[in-house]
């Protein structure tokens, strides 16, 4: 069983990216969902969709299975580098002042707040602070 879901998707799609495949399938959560709408929206990924498959024990788990991006004949990735900020030991929050921009604005920074998961860019626009979950360029 993993403790923290967001370091474990964001390594599981790291490693896809090194490989360079095509898809990468994740345990479904809600906060792992969100994220996926929110690299889907900003052009990260390609796409997303969850899938249960069909295991005779009976424990049944579902997946979100993403379509990694990539760009050029090399199939060089779109995404660059995910990094997890905020720890389950150490949580880091922030202000909407001092939102941190990463890659002068290159970058997304996705925080949570009390009206949901949302990019750095939306929460200053918005005012909004919250927890720094992780960065991704």
């Given at each position: ?66 379509r ?35 890659l ?20 200053r ?13």
């Open positions: 069983m993993v403790n923290d879901t967001i370091s474990d998707m964001l390594t599981r799609i790291r490693n896809a990216n090194l490989v360079k495949s095509q898809t990468v399938s994740i345990p479904f959560t809600k906060i792992s969902q969100q994220i996926c709408t929110i690299l889907e929206k900003e052009g990260l990924i390609e796409s997303f969709q969850s899938y249960l498959p069909t295991v005779s024990e009976g424990e049944e788990r579902e997946n979100l299975i993403l990694l991006k990539y760009k050029g004949r090399e199939k060089k990735p779109c995404i660059t580098n995910l990094r997890r900020i905020s720890k389950p030991g150490l949580r880091i929050y922030t202000t909407h002042k001092d939102v941190p921009k990463i002068g604005g290159m970058g997304i920074i996705i925080l949570s707040t009390s009206q949901g998961l949302m990019t750095d860019r939306e929460a626009v918005r005012g909004i602070g919250g927890e720094i979950l992780c960065s991704i360029w």
